[in-house]
């Protein structure tokens, strides 16, 4: 099956600053990666995902990468504000089969 | 658009009993939901993936006679933690596709806190 890594497990920023978190994967059929943002005691909300056609997104602050040769993505917070503050999962998942698999989290905390 | 909600969002009860967890899409039909189960500083596991009218599929090493999950309608799954123990204390989230044709994008709901005295 497939399995996510995710690095930092914990970053910290001075607000302002950007934020990178990685993430790598195992299965070459994952062809979806949405990444979530986890505040405390809530569900995940979806924040940006993309899909295996495509090499980059942006959606205004929010930027995410895709190397599907080396089987890694990254997501990218630029100008960061306290209110990122949170947790962060990448996720991988094949198109179709809906199952998906989550990588172990990047706590986030943004410095004021 | 494509909002899911949970109910009760926390709920607190005496070991041996048991408790149902309602997931709902509220603008969207869903034939899929997933049951998710969280504990403190730890990542989403899939627990199982629910079926509307079929029997749902559970991962390994979850118990379905302790886990039961009705797909009755396409909003609404429930889950039902039987003779519940300590250890099933945790927080339990529910996700949905929005349509009926697999589409992969998910969203969740805003979780369940169960916590068994």
């Known amino acids: 099956g497939e399995n996510v890594e995710q690095h930092p497990s914990t970053l910290s920023v001075q607000e302002g600053d950007s934020a990178v978190i990685k993430c790598t994967y195992s299965?070459?059929?994952?062809?979806?990666f949405p990444w979530y943002k986890q505040e405390l005691g809530k569900g995940p909300q979806l924040i940006i995902d993309?899909?295996?056609?495509?090499g980059e997104k942006k959606d205004q602050r929010i930027a995410v990468t895709l190397n599907k040769t080396a089987k890694h993505f990254s997501l990218h917070i630029t100008e960061t504000q306290p209110e990122d503050s949170a947790v962060y999962f990448c996720a991988a998942s094949s198109k179709g089969y809906q199952k998906v698999t989550f990588g172990t989290g990047t706590k986030l905390q943004v410095i004021p | 658009g494509a909002v899911v909600s949970q109910h009760p969002s926390r709920v607190i009860c005496k070991s041996g009993t048991s408790v149902k967890i309602e997931c709902r899409s509220l603008?969207?039909?869903?034939?899929?939901m997933f049951w998710y189960r969280q504990f403190p500083k730890q990542s989403l596991m899939l627990m199982a993936t629910?079926?509307?009218?079929?029997?749902?599929?559970?991962e390994q090493g979850v118990e379905k006679d302790k886990f039961l999950i009705n797909h009755a309608s396409l909003t609404l799954s429930t889950l039902t933690v039987t003779s519940a123990h300590p250890e099933d204390s945790s927080f339990y989230i529910c996700?949905?596709?929005?349509?009926?044709?697999?589409?992969?994008?998910?969203?969740f709901g805003p979780g369940t806190r169960l916590t068994v005295l």
């Open positions: 603008d969207f039909q869903a034939t899929t």
């Open positions: 996700s949905a596709p929005p349509g009926t044709s697999g589409t992969d994008t998910q969203y």
């Open positions: 299965d070459s059929a994952s062809n979806y």
């Open positions: 629910s079926n509307e009218g079929s029997k749902a599929t559970y």
């Open positions: 993309i899909r295996s056609n495509v």
